[in-house]
């Protein structure tokens, strides 16, 4: 490639500044005097593999993001409502298929109180979404009900709080994906055998489409987020008009007939069941507090408002569902969800509107994960920027996204649909506990929080989220019970992430503490002598370029080889000492073909580390010019790099060697 004078964009006649040409010029840009800014491309120009990966990437996932362009990936309340509220609107679609295979324990005629469960449970709903309205008011950083614990309770109570969020937003995946395989297996029996890898690959869709963004996964979920909730409004719409108008409801009174046969004692703790059962409609109600940060300014007023929409469609298609379902006779079913055989019900088994309904309550539930896939990752960031979680999990990919928290919630969450064998009810009992530990946390918090602040309406405020985490206090605890022993694992789980995430923070400190630098200490010029030592193989262009950085770098610089051949040991330091004069050869005689373990004990009993002596190892490295050959060349540097790690007073340099280019070789030198 020829070198032109082209100065790079930005650069006005007569500024002062390094000079960078061609080929340089397309991998930097001046964006102020004196700062420059690397083109995403200029690590790809030579390097066809890398430059394969980069277009395989931008073909999955999407082109890089800048960074200055994060406000343009925040959410509308429109696709907010799709991404963030897909979990608990899809909710609907099991929750009362939980309520009536809890309830169905008494006789038929214990269905006849789902409809009042699913009221009580929306009450409920309503108070705690009230709770995460204050919630996003109070906190727009995000977090949920992991920073109001952290705020008001303190560290432990936070990371309580926050694991079993985690437990939450991967059991959403794995529940949500596989209510949507028994859909689709409801309508095509068929497919039932190949449910678990159908959920397998929803999943891995579902994790490279969050891979492409927040935003794009907004215009990917939102229209069948949208189909969803269109098409179950019509359904409740024509099956009440059919029950109330053109009383369409003969089951009712053959249930009531036996509804006198059970005992009052027995009905009052399966009545408790089934609202710990089918309180699992609650879940997702905490997505919208942590995700504040994702939505458009103002991000906590469109936030709460958010919430607020939600819960009220939560709310009426939970229970218009329950409504239908009792006054239609519906029992659950093996081979046949409850909601779709509501909807064979309403329009026609086998008709055309039977099959778009169950579509897009497949896809809806499918993509009801994807509330985890922006909350689960968001979450993970915070923890990370605390010193909780590996600070990887707050690294930003190329599309903003956080890639690491939503590869990990995808693999985690297909691994339980395999172990689940895509039932539903299987992950159902560890779903609901995590929910309402979580719930009780945050609004405690909230209690703790206006006895503090005491703004305008705190008392009415405080009461609202006294009552409602004296509910889900309840709740969780009769869900614990009613569930064990499967339950009883969340119990266990939640300790050790709390353990992982304080040892985490445990070593953050302690390196932190090693690194500090105390406020009145300055930084002199070294006071210590250096020492190189080079181990050599032969003799090499790469070795000749290791020897002459380590010249650079002191003077008492050494060379050692290693051999177990003395013979051609000798005829090595003779031509040594005849190319490279002044830099000493020692010969190390190896019996037992090793390199590694001699030339540390070289180090360890000839060169010894001493207080005021750094000694640099300088290991030269040829640098292959194409990605095969890498197998090739440089196990033992690498191998030595590995041995000499955590030395005292030493220091390991690698010197690259690699092929000059020829057209820029044969240039001349300016």
């Not at 999943?203 to 969803?228: Q, S, W």
């Not at 699992?280 to 919208?288: K, Y």
């Not at 969450?413 to 506990?433: K, M, Q």
Request: aromatic letters at 8%.
């Amino acid at each position: 490639m020829p070198t032109t004078q082209q100065p790079l964009r930005g650069r006005k006649p007569g500024d002062r500044r390094v000079r960078i040409e061609r080929p340089h010029a397309d991998y930097f840009r001046w964006e102020a005097p004196g700062v420059l800014v690397a083109k995403q491309k200029a690590h790809l120009e030579r390097r066809p593999l890398a430059r394969a990966w980069a277009r395989i990437k931008a073909l999955l996932i999407g082109r890089p993001i800048a960074t200055e362009a994060e406000l343009e990936e925040r959410l509308s309340k429109k696709k907010a409502l799709a991404i963030f509220s897909s979990d608990a609107i899809s909710s609907s679609a099991y929750a009362t298929e939980e309520i009536l295979g809890a309830l169905i324990i008494g006789g038929t005629a214990a269905l006849l109180f789902s409809l009042e469960i699913s009221i009580a449970i929306a009450a409920l709903l309503a108070i705690v979404a009230f709770s995460y309205r204050q919630v996003c008011l109070a906190y727009p950083t995000g977090g949920g009900s992991y920073s109001v614990s952290k705020r008001n309770f303190g560290r432990n109570a936070s990371l309580v709080a926050a694991s079993a969020l985690l437990i939450d937003y991967t059991l959403t995946v794995a529940v949500s994906t596989s209510s949507a395989v028994e859909q689709i297996a409801s309508a095509v029996p068929s497919l039932a055998p190949v449910k678990v890898g159908i959920g397998v690959l929803a999943i891995l869709l579902l994790t490279l489409g969050n891979l492409r963004g927040i935003r794009e996964a907004g215009n990917i979920f939102a229209l069948p987020t949208y189909l969803f909730v269109g098409t179950a409004l019509l359904m409740i719409a024509l099956g009440a008009y059919r029950i109330v108008v053109l009383g369409d409801a003969a089951a009712a009174p053959a249930l009531q007939a036996t509804a006198d046969v059970t005992s009052q004692a027995a009905m009052a703790i399966l009545l408790v069941r089934a609202f710990a059962s089918g309180a699992v409609a609650l879940t997702g109600t905490e997505a919208i507090a942590t995700g504040v940060p994702a939505f458009k300014p103002p991000e906590s007023r469109n936030a709460a408002t958010t919430l607020m929409v939600m819960a009220a469609l939560l709310a009426t298609l939970f229970i218009g569902i329950t409504f239908l379902a009792v006054n239609f006779g519906v029992v659950p079913d093996e081979h046949e969800t409850v909601v779709a055989q509501v909807a064979s019900h309403v329009y026609g088994e086998g008709s055309i509107g039977f099959y778009l309904f169950q579509t897009f309550t497949a896809l809806l539930l499918f993509l009801a994960a994807n509330t985890s896939f922006a909350a689960f990752p968001r979450l993970g960031a915070i923890l990370a920027q605390d010193g909780f979680m590996p600070r990887q999990f707050a690294f930003r990919g190329d599309r903003l996204a956080f890639t690491l928290g939503i590869v990990i919630l995808g693999l985690v969450a297909a691994s339980l649909v395999v172990v689940a064998g895509g039932d539903t009810h299987a992950l159902i009992p560890l779903y609901a506990v995590g929910v309402f530990i979580d719930f009780t946390i945050s609004q405690a918090g909230m209690v703790r929080h206006w006895l503090h602040e005491r703004s305008s309406g705190w008392r009415y405020r405080i009461a609202i989220n006294a009552f409602g985490g004296l509910l889900t206090a309840i709740v969780a605890v009769v869900v614990t019970t009613a569930k064990a022993p499967a339950s009883l694992a969340v119990l266990l789980l939640i300790p050790f992430l709390v353990v992982m995430m304080l040892f985490i923070r445990r070593e953050y400190d302690k390196q932190t503490a090693e690194l500090a630098l105390r406020p009145e200490q300055v930084i002199g010029p070294p006071r210590r002598r250096e020492r190189v030592i080079i181990p050599v193989p032969g003799l090499s262009r790469a070795v000749v370029q290791a020897v002459n950085f380590g010249r650079s770098l002191a003077d008492d610089v050494r060379a050692v080889h290693v051999t177990e051949d003395a013979d051609a040991a000798a005829a090595f330091r003779r031509d040594w000492e005849r190319q490279i004069p002044g830099v000493p050869l020692v010969i190390v005689e190896s019996p037992f073909r090793a390199v590694v373990q001699p030339f540390v004990a070289y180090l360890d009993v000839m060169a010894p580390a001493e207080p005021d002596l750094i000694t640099i190892v300088v290991l030269p490295e040829y640098v292959p010019r194409h990605w095969w050959d890498r197998l090739l060349y440089n196990q033992t540097s690498n191998r030595l790099r590995q041995a000499l790690l955590g030395r005292p007073d030493t220091v390991v340099a690698t010197v690259p060697y690699q092929r000059e280019n020829e057209a820029l070789a044969a240039q001349p030198t300016r």
